[in-house]
Every structure is written in C-alpha cells, then in structure tokens.
C-alpha cells in the first residue's frame, strides 16, 4: 500500500468536519448519522478495496466526492434533464472548491490540488485512470447502499425503466467497475435489473 504523508489525516478530518454539519441524517445499523459522512466513509471503504494503491489525489477525491452537498439544494434547479445537469456541475465546482481550499490549508502542491479537483469533476473520464477509478466507486457504492432505496422510491418505474436509468451508469465504468458491481451480494430483484442492463 502507498505511504500516506501526515498531511492527509489532517484533510481527510478536515472533509469529515465539514460533513458532520450534514442536517440530513441516514440510518446506520440503528444509529442516525449525518448522511454525508455516511456516504464519504462508503467511498473510502469502497475505494480501498479496489484501488488499494490510490494516490493521495484520489482517495481525498473519494472522501470529498459529496462534501457539503446539502448547501446546493436540487430544489433550487429546473424539474427535467436540463436542471438536473447544471445541478450536477454546481455540485462539482462546490465540491472542488471546499477540497482545494482544505487541501491548500495543509500544504498540498498546486498540481497535486487540481489533480484532485479534477477527479472530483470526472474530468477526461475514460482518458484519465483516476477520473475513471472514482466513477467506477461512485457507481459500486451507489449499487451496493442506495439501489435498492432508489428503486423503492419508484415503485411506478418498471424493470425496463429502471435498467435504462441503470445502464446510463454502468456506461460510465470500466469492466473493473462491473466486475466489482457483479461481485456484490445483492438481492435478486436488483442482480435481474442489473443484467437487463448490461445487456
């Protein structure tokens, strides 16, 4: 495994600090946490397990991938494809922000910063190995702890809908992704959509 630098614990508590503010809480093995450390620690744990070389750059991208999301609010953006899109970026350009600004505070190289904003926006995805890696995460770990809510939150989509949602995602990994999302022990009803969409 790669040496960590002392620094990265510092900005690594840094982005679990402003997480913990997260007034949204998700329910963990009975106990009520904020939803974003939830969510960050699930991308480090994830990231780990597949990429346990990760440069420094990609691991903070992990952990920060969703840090302070509750300050950009969907409500605020257009119903439809359009609002959703540019939701997305702001979340991005947030999240990129807050993780520079810490990363800088302790010490990190410029390009060492923009490398892990990079990765956070997904910059040159299929082009760049750690841009890539993180969607491959962001996709393992949404099939693994959120599909299975996601899909009982649309119980009106039937499995060809939801394959087609899932497809848009799964089009975005690498065959290391699928491999990891075809690992999971998941239930049959999300292994059938799954397939449908990997077809």
């Known amino acids: ?23 949204r809480q998700d329910s963990v093995a009975g106990t009520l946490r904020p939803r974003e450390v939830v969510y960050s620690e699930r991308m480090s744990e ?6 346990p070389e990760a440069s420094e750059a990609l691991r903070i991208a992990a ?29 991005r350009d947030h999240h990129g922000a807050l993780t520079s600004a ?3 505070r302790h010490g990190y190289a410029e390009n060492e910063i923009a490398q892990a904003a990079k990765i956070i926006r997904k910059e040159q995805l299929k082009r760049d190995p750690e841009s890539q890696a993180l ?33 848009k995602t799964l089009r975005k990994m690498d065959p ?21 969409a990997l077809k």
Request: net charge negative; charged share 25%; glycine share 4%.
């Open 102 to 104: 810490i990363m800088r």
């Open 135 to 167: 969607e491959n995460v962001v996709a393992v770990v949404f099939v693994q702890h959120y599909l299975d809510e996601f899909v009982a939150d649309h119980k009106d989509y039937d499995d060809a809908k939801l394959a087609d949602i899932l497809k």
């Open 176 to 196: 290391t992704g699928h491999a990891a999302v075809l690992a999971l022990p998941l239930p049959a009803g999300t292994v059938r959509i799954i397939d449908i």
């Open 46 to 51: 994830c990231l780990a397990l597949l990429y």
């Open 1 to 23: 495994m790669t040496p960590l630098s002392p620094r990265f614990q510092a900005v690594i508590d840094d982005i679990d600090a402003a997480n913990a503010q997260d007034p």
């Open 63 to 91: 952990r920060a991938q969703h840090i302070c999301r509750w300050q950009i609010p969907r409500q605020n953006y257009r119903l439809g494809r359009e609002g959703y899109n540019a939701w997305r970026s702001a979340c």
